[in-house]
Structures are given as C-alpha cells and as structure tokens.
C-alpha cells in the first residue's frame, strides 16, 4: 500500500465491555465527531452454554438503527412485517423517529453463536420526530458491490433496498485471506470508519478484531487489504457530516431541546399503551417493536 496517499487513521479504539457487548462508540465521544454515526455496539453471543439475561424492552426516539450479523442467524416475527431469518449480508432497519419501545424483537436461530454490530445514527431534523418505521431484509434482497453488503445508502451504483435518507453509506464487507479492496466514498463524505469483527485488515495500520478505526476528514479513498490467513469482516462507514448539535436524553438523541422534549413525551406516552395491552410475546417468544 502507498503510505503516502492513503486515508490516515487519526483514532482507534477497542471500546469498553459488557459481557457479549462491547461499546465502540457513544453519542457523549466518538459520536459527536463522527456524526450521524453516533453509536456503536459490537456483540458476540455464545449460545451453547447457559443463556443469559435478555435486553430489556427500551425506548428510542430520533435515531435509526441498524443492526447486522457478521455470524450466524437471528429469528424476527412482527404481525406487520411477517417472520423469517436474518444472516450475514441482512439488516434489521428500525428508524425509530418520533418514539418506539423493542429490545426483543429478534431470537437466536439454532447456531452456537451469534456476532454482529448495532448502529445507531441520529436522524435529520424533518426525520427526527416523524412515525416509526421498521423493516427486517432478508440476505437474498440485499444487494453487492465486489466485496461489499450495501447496507445502509449507494455504493458502485448498487442502492441498498434500505429506505434512508441520502448522504450516508454503510457496507459490510468480507476479503478473503490476500485480498484488497478500495473505497472511494461519493462526494461529500468526508466521515469515514470501520470496525473489525474476525480477522486483521490493513488501513494504512493494522486494525484487528474488536476495533474501530477512525479516518480523517477527507473525501480521499480508503485502500483494505486483508492482511490475516482468515476471512476479514467489518463494517465500514462514510457520510456527509451531520451539521445539527446533539441533545441527548437516556435513549435519545435530537437536534434540539424541543425535538428531545417532544420524543421524549411521546416515548412515555407510549409506555402507558404498551403496559396497558400487556403480554404481547409472539409464538416464538419475540417481542414485537411497540410504535
């Protein structure tokens, strides 16, 4: 690689952990530079022991969130959006707008264990309080380019069947043991990161399992090269910037105090409801998203 034109790496982390959950990114640290990429868990699942304690049912409101498998299978069933199996190159979209309750909408398949990252990445102001929307995308209707799920936006003129807003990619990537790979983000996208889940990529530096690297502002291509004997996996992440302040709350994020305020009430508005309807577990013990 020709270290002296490729991206450079002005971050890295490898976050904090909370047993099969690691925390790479919040919307307190790195999201506030990495905007509208404001969040980022990775989790890895051993399912062949004792299970361990669910997520809990939690709100959100002015975010979308997209979650991914690098490993194995997850089960969804939502009277509205039907039931099947996400695997790797899948998606579960939940733009969650103007409030929702879930945390349990999914279940392991029958696998020994379960790998994948959550995102979340804070919506624009004319989305921020808007009706929910939930989408589960099986494999076979998302779409490639070389190497590259096509989660979240468009890439190599492939559009991701992904109902987002514009400016803003997100891929899923595999290289095999030797192989390289170069991403040109689309003109503006001067935000940029990845983050590895099994094996070792090369980024100008090594970046190893378990951890996310930052690039510079810049609109300049990211050149890969996995660098391991084994299958690289990762998610990468480019957009325009998100020119608004974030404004937290405990599972919020808005651009203003009013837009939290009203998400915020909505979300306990909500709450009331869904205590009320009581035990809505479905057949095959998922929960589905409350909007």
């Known amino acids: 690689m020709n270290t002296s034109t490729a991206r450079r790496i002005l971050h890295r982390t490898r976050g904090q ?61 939502d009277a509205e959006a039907g039931s ?11 733009r969650a707008g103007g409030g929702v309750w879930h945390g349990q909408e999914m279940s392991p398949a029958d696998v020994p264990r379960v790998q994948g990252f959550q995102l979340w990445l804070a919506l624009p102001p004319e989305l921020e309080n808007a ?5 589960y995308i099986e494999a076979d209707a998302m779409r490639r380019a070389g190497p590259a799920h096509v ?41 940029a990161w990845m983050a590895v889940a099994s ?38 992440g480019s957009a325009a910037p998100h020119e608004h302040d974030l404004h937290l709350g405990n599972y919020s994020v808005h651009t203003t105090a009013q837009a939290l305020e009203a998400g915020e009430n909505r979300i306990a508005e909500l709450r009331r409801k869904m205590v009320a309807e009581g035990d809505r577990r479905t057949g095959s013990g998922t929960v ?4």
């Open 151 to 191: 989660i979240v936006g468009s890439y190599a003129g492939v559009d991701s069947p992904v109902p987002a807003w514009g400016g803003v990619n997100y891929l899923l990537v595999t290289l095999r043991p030797g192989e390289s790979w170069t991403y040109q983000p689309p003109a503006g996208h001067s935000v």
């Open 84 to 94: 099947g199996t996400l695997g790797y190159g899948a998606v579960e979209w939940m």
């Open 199 to 236: 094996g070792a990529v090369d980024a100008e530096a090594p970046v190893p399992a378990g951890e996310m690297a930052v690039f510079e502002d810049s609109e300049a291509p990211i050149a890969l090269k996995n660098t391991g004997a084994e299958d690289a996996v990762f998610v990468l």
């Open 17 to 77: 952990g909370h047993g099969p959950i690691t925390r790479l990114m919040s919307p307190s640290d790195l999201g506030e530079y990495l905007k509208p990429f404001v969040f980022l868990d990775i989790f890895d699942m051993d399912l062949r022991g004792p299970a361990g304690p669910r997520m809990p049912i939690h709100p959100h409101s002015g975010i979308a969130t997209v979650t991914v498998l690098a490993k194995g299978q997850m089960h969804f069933e």
């Open 131 to 135: 009706p929910p929307q939930s989408r």
């Open 288 to 291: 589905p998203v409350y909007r």
